[in-house]
């Protein structure tokens, strides 16, 4: 059974950058349908797509997140990464990362979560 | 930009059916929006339901099932139990590469 879990600090300061990584196992990570992405959730608020992710490192963000975010992924590893930068506390929230199937012309899906790792920005 | 829409909270009795949609502020919801559905229980990660518009995903009971009515999306569940009371997610493809969640609907089952 395909397992995800993210990893990164709880607590930062205004203006520094976030660092997170999800690690993948129990499944294929390289097929080529496979992205990888995070989704956020503010506290007691909905969820956000915040970008995507390839084995072969074709990316997709959110168009209101694409400035600040990056996204890189380690095959070797099974793991895929994301970096935010110039956080505000607007950008506490519930980090979520998950597989997102891609099958072109038929289905997108996130089928698979982690837990999800909870970051408060906050001086 | 374009946002996703679905009703704030709803309500069923057990035993009931509820419809959950999701639209569009501008346009209509059609099967090339891809649009999928998530159950979200307090403290956990949310969990796929319906993909594809109307495709259950594994270990998804048949009386959670998706469609298009009118110009929009939408979620049934037919029998509510108690344990279905969640947050319901959708999303939609909006193109170009792009992902849209609507806000969620809160919903009660008494």
């Known amino acids: ?123 | 930009q374009t946002v996703v829409t679905q009703e704030p909270s709803f309500s069923v009795s057990p035993g009931g059916t509820v419809t959950l949609t999701c639209g569009l502020s501008s346009g209509s919801v059609s099967p090339t929006y891809y649009p999928s559905w998530y159950q979200q229980t307090p403290g956990q990660p949310p969990r796929t339901l319906i993909y594809s518009t109307n495709t259950r995903s594994s270990g998804v009971p048949d009386r959670f099932s998706g469609s298009i009515v009118g110009n929009k999306a939408a979620l049934t569940i037919t029998g509510a139990q108690a344990d279905d009371e969640s947050d319901y997610y959708c999303v939609l493809y909006m193109g170009g590469g792009s992902w849209v969640f609507g806000g969620g609907t809160k919903l009660t089952v008494l």
């Open chain 1, 1 to 123: 059974q395909l397992q995800l879990q993210e990893s990164g600090p709880r607590l930062l300061t205004p203006s520094e950058t976030l660092s997170l990584t999800c690690t993948v196992s129990g499944g294929s990570f390289s097929t080529t349908f496979y992205y990888w992405a995070w989704i956020r959730q503010p506290p007691g608020k909905g969820l956000e797509w915040i970008g995507s992710v390839s084995s072969s490192g074709t990316t997709y963000f959110n168009p209101s997140l694409k400035s600040r975010v990056t996204t890189s992924i380690n095959t070797s590893k099974s793991q895929f990464s994301l970096r935010l930068t110039s956080v505000t506390a607007a950008d506490t929230a519930v980090y979520y990362c998950s597989r997102h199937v891609l099958y072109i012309g038929s289905y997108y899906v996130f089928d698979s979560w982690g837990q999800g790792t909870l970051l408060t920005v906050s001086s």
